[in-house]
């Protein structure tokens, strides 16, 4: 045996004894030690990322059911010499819509034998494409996410060789008694929902989960369930934190979107929010105002239900606008430190011409009908709008599927993250014109790069959670709103949001809303590596990967940056912004031979997905590769698992020394 010159001191002693209840004896450290070493030297698990999800749900759930296309091609490359490219797509619309493809199967084959046969021959073409995407990872890891009732019939299939002789006839017999037993439909769908979710490790999520799309509470559902996922906070997602938290400025902005995208459903079905005091107050208010600037984006003219609705909703639209506006204005004459005096327009209006007068020149208002303004006083709300106010606050407070979806962005986001030699985060780190980091004032202290990322991370948990401090607790519940629109916003930056003039002044160029320097800067691969350094990101491959801005592909502009130090992976989820990017979406794939960008073009629907194979046409891009295969050890958990190996070494030293005594393993149990 050999000896350690390691010398044990109490506080480590305290730790190791910790340690040692769970592996209480020299064999099983030892074991757990040759278990990590292993895993060391697997290749590094599959990392997704996607940006700016704006409530597309129909695409989102494919991309992540299709794994990006990643499906598509391991199909492929296992069954490319014996199946057609038919059969190839059945098969995968099957592994990603398993009980929609079982009920067209079944309407389709009238013959028990028949269906019996098809049974036979997918649960075995499935154990091969499983097989193949659960290669990359221990049986442990492997075995944990499979699905209770089919356990151990999913181990003995994945881990018996069947082109073995003696072993095709057991592994028949296996499937056979899986059919006879009538569980081969959830046998399927159990194997086709774990293959999606061994086929991504990490899903990365960088911001924008909410607004414009109509389903933004269905991908939180999704989200909220996923088995391994982060989310970088969006500008959009903070204004809904800000709404759940009780700031009256993000709830009355995140109704005012959600009528200007037509998705009130989001609010009242979604989250339970009772929209009717609005509505009310609306009809009576706007009764004789058309309203025309306010009717939704995009309005179906053929959807006679959305027709029927749309003038309600320009109402509703520009009552909440309108307050919105007041609000707002609260808030700014409260903080003089956002320094956002230039966004109180109301006051700015000459009622009676109908013009309003900015930065000394005059604009004439495509809309004068302010019945709830009164000019000697223009901020302030009528009783109705308090009325409204309050009951919509209430409303929001109230709704225990927000309260859920909210928890869940807590436990799962941050505003920034640093993963396996990458920088992650929404839009921004504001910066100076010369290329240095912007030093913002919050409270009276200045802060820039990364201890501006965590001040604000914190500012957003307090606004939630609250504080012992009312005060404390009052200006990080505005400043949640300023993370939403102020110029020096990390998720945001630029130099004002010109809501007003976008409804109200024809005139487009008041509609232009300055970025900040980053944005322009970002391009320069020595502001990156600023950057990095600032965020203590080390590595040869080390990156930045954020959303926020669309990528006009359309227009021949590259996602990568900076000599490809910096990736911007908004490509148009959001229907509304396609026709600026010329594409739906991209996904960032990270495996173990280097980064893959792929970029999607828009999402039929989910019914021609399963009756027609409709997929999602994807186009591969290798971004980088890296020059050797990235194993566990290369990554974050690598890291984490060398220092789990330390701690078990000096276990064994500990017991080797007699420091701690071994002891025979037993369950822990609550007997006496």
Request: glycine content about 10%.
């Given at each position: 045996m050999t000896k350690s010159n390691h010398i044990i001191d109490d506080s480590e002693l305290r730790y190791l004894n910790l340690l040692a209840r769970s592996f209480p004896n020299i064999a099983m450290a030892s074991t757990e030690i040759i278990n990590l070493e292993a895993i060391l030297n697997l290749p590094k698990g599959t990392e997704h990322f996607l940006a700016d999800l704006h409530g597309e749900y129909e695409a989102f759930q494919h991309v992540l059911r299709n794994a990006s296309g990643t499906i598509k091609r391991k199909v492929k490359e296992i069954f490319n010499e014996t199946l057609g490219t038919r059969e190839q797509k059945e098969l995968c619309t099957l592994i990603y819509y398993p009980e929609q493809k079982l009920e067209l199967v079944k309407r389709g084959m009238t013959d028990t034998d028949e269906l019996n046969d098809w049974y036979f021959i997918t649960i075995n073409r499935l154990v091969k494409v499983c097989r193949n995407v659960s290669s990359k990872y221990t049986r442990s890891k492997v075995n944990k996410a499979l699905p209770p009732d089919f356990s151990y019939i999913i181990q003995e299939l994945l881990h018996e060789n069947s082109s073995d002789p003696n072993k095709q006839a057991y592994v028949d017999v296996v499937v056979r008694t899986i059919i006879s037993t009538g569980r081969a439909d959830d046998f399927i769908i159990a194997m086709c929902y774990l293959t999606q979710q061994l086929t991504i490790d990490?899903?990365?999520?960088?911001?924008?989960?909410?607004?414009?799309?109509?389903?933004?509470?269905?991908i939180m559902d999704i989200l909220c369930d996923y088995h391994n996922f982060d989310i970088q906070w969006g500008n959009h997602d903070i204004l809904w934190m800000g709404a759940a938290a009780g700031n009256d400025c993000c709830i009355a902005n995140v109704i005012r979107?959600?009528?200007?995208?037509?998705?009130?459903?989001?609010?009242?079905?979604?989250?339970?929010?009772?929209?009717l005091p609005l509505a009310t107050f609306a009809m009576e208010t706007y009764?004789?105002?058309?309203?025309?600037?306010?009717?939704?984006?995009?309005?179906?003219?053929d959807d006679p239900e959305k027709m029927k609705t749309a003038r309600l909703m320009a109402q509703m639209h520009k009552a909440i606008a309108i307050i919105q506006f007041k609000l707002e204005a609260a808030t700014i004459k409260r903080r003089p430190e956002f320094d956002m005096a230039d966004r109180l327009l109301l006051d700015k209006i000459d009622y009676n011409k109908g013009i309003i007068t900015i930065a000394g020149k005059q604009y004439e208002l495509t809309d004068t009908h302010f019945p709830t303004v009164d000019p000697s006083d223009p901020f302030k709300l009528s009783t109705n709008e308090e009325m409204v106010v309050t009951k919509l606050h209430n409303s929001f407070m109230q709704s225990d599927k927000l309260k859920k979806h909210m928890g869940c962005m807590f436990r799962n986001g941050c505003i920034y993250s640093v993963t396996n030699g990458n920088l992650l985060y929404h839009a921004s780190i504001p910066l100076n014109q010369d290329g240095t980091l912007k030093d913002v004032k919050i409270q009276g202290k200045y802060y820039h790069g990364h201890s501006l990322l965590e001040k604000v991370g914190g500012l957003i948990r307090e606004a939630y959670f609250g504080t012992d401090d009312a005060q404390e607790h009052a200006f990080a519940l505005d400043y949640v709103w300023y993370l939403w629109c102020g110029k020096d916003s990390p998720a945001f930056d630029k130099d004002k949001m010109a809501t007003f003039e976008r409804y109200f002044i024809a005139d487009k160029s008041t509609h232009k809303e300055t970025k900040g320097w980053y944005y322009t800067l970002r391009n320069d691969e020595k502001t990156c590596d600023m950057i990095l350094d600032e965020f203590h990101v080390t590595g040869q491959y080390r990156h930045i990967i954020n959303g926020h801005v669309p990528v006009k592909t359309i227009k021949g502009e590259s996602p990568v940056k900076a000599n490809g130090k910096l990736m911007v992976i908004d490509g148009g989820f959001s229907k509304a912004y396609q026709p600026e990017t010329g594409i739906a979406g991209y996904t960032l794939v990270y495996h173990s031979r280097g980064f893959q960008l792929v970029q999607h073009e828009p999402f039929t629907?989910?019914?021609?997905?399963?009756?027609?194979g409709q997929d999602i046409k994807s186009t591969y891009e290798m971004v980088e590769m890296t020059n050797h295969r990235m194993m566990v050890k290369d990554t974050d958990k690598g890291d984490e698992l060398r220092a789990q190996i330390k701690d078990l070494e000096k276990l064994l030293v500990a017991y080797r020394s007699g420091a701690i005594k071994e002891r025979a393993w037993r369950p822990i149990t609550n007997k006496r």
């Open positions: 990490v899903l990365h999520i960088l911001g924008d989960v909410y607004d414009r799309g109509p389903s933004p509470d269905k979107i959600a009528m200007r995208y037509g998705n009130q459903n989001v609010l009242e079905d979604g989250y339970g929010i009772n929209l009764k004789g105002d058309p309203c025309t600037e306010f009717i939704a984006k995009d309005l179906d003219e629907s989910i019914q021609k997905a399963v009756e027609e």
